[in-house]
Nanobody, 124 residues
């Protein structure tokens, strides 16, 4: 059974940085895509970034391009989201998710497995 466990959230001042981790287990992830999504209070869950496990292709939401970087470590079965130049509007619960193909990487309804989420709060 696939399990995703996020960590690394916290409280940070605007302009600061955080690195989120998503530890994955339960099966080989060759061909899978890992997505990061976030949900702010009262808002829909939205796509943030995605990375292909095998080839390492990446995609980002326009709102985080140039500030966030997604990466993976195959040896540790872990996906990371490095977040720099954080803004108060980045405040949300961040979720890691995965599915067995890369197309439609930004469509949350197509993801099969989700982590429990980690809170990121950016103060002004």
């Amino acid at each position: 059974q696939v399990q995703l466990v996020e960590s690394g959230g916290g409280l940070v001042q605007a302009g600061g940085s955080l690195r989120l981790s998503c530890a994955a287990s339960g099966r080989p992830f060759s061909g899978y895509v890992f997505g990061w999504f976030r949900q702010a209070p009262g808002k829909e869950r939205e796509f943030v970034a995605a990375i292909g496990w095998s080839g390492g292709s990446t995609n980002y939401a326009d709102s985080v391009k140039g500030r966030f970087t997604v990466s993976r470590d195959g040896a540790k079965n872990t996906v990371y989201l490095q977040m720099n130049s954080l803004k108060p509007e980045d405040t949300a619960v961040y979720y890691c998710a995965t599915k067995p193909y890369y197309t439609d990487y930004d469509v949350k309804a197509l993801y099969h497995y989700w982590g429990q989420g980690t809170q990121v709060t950016v103060s002004s």
